[in-house]
């Protein structure tokens, strides 16, 4: 892999707690991004702790925009599970505005999405359970979408521990607690005759009252 060719864009997104939010992509694939941008929001309100990011991509002759929404985690004991479901419930609102910067975009409600990671397929790891006791992520796409998917995705499992990160008194910890989830699509078909033309100049993403 010729890693200078290998870009990414990452878009700051909570407080400084060293989270962000962002999309890998590799220039050598043909994967070209458009533009990208970071949900808006008012110092008064703080619908999400991490403000969903949206990227609009060109691979080959598909074209596609991806949104990445990090829900609030539950926290010890659940003490954060109402945040969570606050969160949840302002999805809704997302898609809305998600529709109003991209009005291409699919309504999610009436067409409705499906996941590619099976139903019960742990996403989540630990030191003590590598094999994972919890669903945290997953890839959801649209009905027009499913026609260029593959069929193949998974859960990457392996090389997520470093020595560099403690693990309790000793070290090899794990990077995350999140495991990298992955989905496979044909890019040599468009699903449309229309083109991306939203640029890096013409964003507005914020939710409505």
């Known amino acids: 892999m010729i890693w200078e060719r290998l870009h990414c864009t990452w878009l700051l997104s909570g407080d400084m707690s060293n989270e962000y939010n962002g999309f890998l992509y590799d220039e050598m694939q043909g994967i070209t991004l458009v533009s990208s941008t970071l949900l808006a929001m008012d110092k008064k309100q703080k619908p999400f702790t991490r403000r969903p990011c949206i990227a609009t991509f060109k691979i080959s002759v598909f074209d596609c925009a991806l949104v990445s929404v990090h829900l609030k985690a539950t926290g010890l004991e659940n003490e954060d599970i109402g945040r969570l479901q606050a969160e949840i419930d302002n999805i809704p609102n997302l898609i809305e505005a998600i529709r109003t910067a991209r009005p291409d975009f699919d309504d999610l409600r009436n067409l409705g999405y499906l996941n590619c990671i099976a139903d019960g397929v742990f996403t989540n790891i630990s030191d003590a359970i590598k094999k994972g006791s919890k669903t945290y992520d997953n890839i959801w796409i649209s009905i027009q979408t499913k026609q260029v998917f593959t069929g193949q995705c998974d859960v990457v499992r392996e090389g997520l521990s470093s020595p560099w ?45």
């Open 165 to 209: 990160i403690p693990k309790g008194w000793t070290w090899v910890g794990v990077v995350s607690d999140h495991c990298p989830v992955w989905a496979q699509f044909y890019t040599g078909r468009d699903l449309d005759t229309g083109d991306l033309k939203i640029g890096p100049e013409v964003i507005k993403f914020a939710l409505t009252d």
